[in-house]
């Protein structure tokens, strides 16, 4: 039944990345130019992401969401209002929440993944809050999300070069 209500189907979000067709100016002069991507936060019921539109925040295409790393650009789209943002998010979060994650240098895709947890109550789910890489080792902090105003910040370390024998 078309009208069924989300709520009653299995939800899933899923951070992933989409590719744009910019490319960031540290690359500009390389001979072979990575392409730029960036993290989007998706919704997925019942094996079918929710199409969204988001921008890109390099160089500000908009790109509609279709599945779970693609992306159709949208010309002429940049100045769209659906678009979700970072201050959109903040004020369906509690204040304590929100002064945390704007300590943190984080993306629209961070602060909407907090909301679902949230929303959906998911309760043990964790978010990475930043993390460094030396020699090997990967360090940093997480953001567990134990209810709706209860969260610890926890520290993690591990090996990021596995040997292959």
């Known amino acids: ?7 009653d189907q ?4 899923f951070k992933h990345m989409v590719q744009c067709r910019c490319m960031l100016p540290q690359f500009k002069q390389h001979p072979d130019p990575p392409l730029h991507q960036f993290a989007v936060f998706s919704v997925m019921v019942n094996n079918d992401v929710i199409p969204k539109f988001v921008q890109c925040p390099n160089c500000g295409l908009v790109h509609k969401v279709t599945d779970i790393n ?13 678009i979700m943002t970072i201050d959109d998010v903040r ?3 509690p204040d304590e929440l929100v002064d945390l ?11 909407e993944q907090v909301k679902f947890i949230i929303d959906n109550e998911r309760w043990g789910s964790f978010i990475v809050l930043a993390s460094d890489e030396e020699d090997g ?20 370390i591990r090996d990021e070069i596995m040997e292959l024998k």
């Open 101 to 111: 994650l704007s300590q943190h240098e984080l993306s629209i895709a961070v602060w």
């Open 137 to 156: 080792v990967r360090q940093g902090k997480l953001l567990k999300i134990l209810g709706k105003t209860l969260y610890n910040i926890e520290t993690f």
């Open 1 to 7: 039944m078309v009208d069924e209500k989300i709520d």
């Open 70 to 82: 693609k992306s159709e650009i949208k010309h002429g789209r940049e100045n769209m209002s659906a």
């Open 91 to 93: 004020r369906s979060l």
């Open 10 to 13: 299995k939800q899933y979000g």
